[in-house]
Nanobody, 117 residues
Framework: VQLVESGGGLVQPGGSLRLSCTAS????????MSWYRQAPGKERDLVAT????????YYADSVKGRFTISRDNSKNTVYLQMTDLKPGDTAVYYC???????????WGQGTQVTVSS
């Protein structure tokens, strides 16, 4: 069972990035998928969540209107499109999969996003 994030990097303020999280060893269609982030010296915070069928989403106030979470269950992948990035978005971004009836909860290894000029 594995979640692998990709797509992080260094971007200038106002720029965009798309993060991907691909699962192996299980099928994401029965999992609620989320992105979290953790900045240095801070707690890990929820950024966005998408229901297992993709019909419901949640965003932290700090990213609402700038980030979009989506999923492609046929590819076992969830995405986080990030636009208008700000220095405050700098963090390690983690993918999380939580089973809809609570029988599994998995984390990826994280991908670094740095927003700086």
């Amino acid at each position: 069972v594995q979640l692998v994030e990709s797509g992080g990097g260094l971007v200038q303020p106002g720029g965009s990035l798309r993060l991907s999280c691909t699962a192996s060893g299980f099928t994401v269609s029965t999992y609620v998928m989320s992105w979290y982030r953790q900045a240095p010296g801070k707690e890990r915070d929820l950024v966005a969540t998408i229901g297992n069928a993709g019909g419901s989403t949640y965003y932290a106030d700090s990213v609402k209107g700038r980030f979009t979470i989506s999923r492609d269950n046929s590819k076992n992948t969830v995405y986080l499109q990030m636009t208008d990035l700000k220095p405050g978005d700098t963090a390690v971004y983690y993918c999380n999969a939580r089973h809809i009836v609570g029988i599994g909860n998995y984390w990826g290894q994280g991908t670094q996003v740095t927003v700086s000029s």
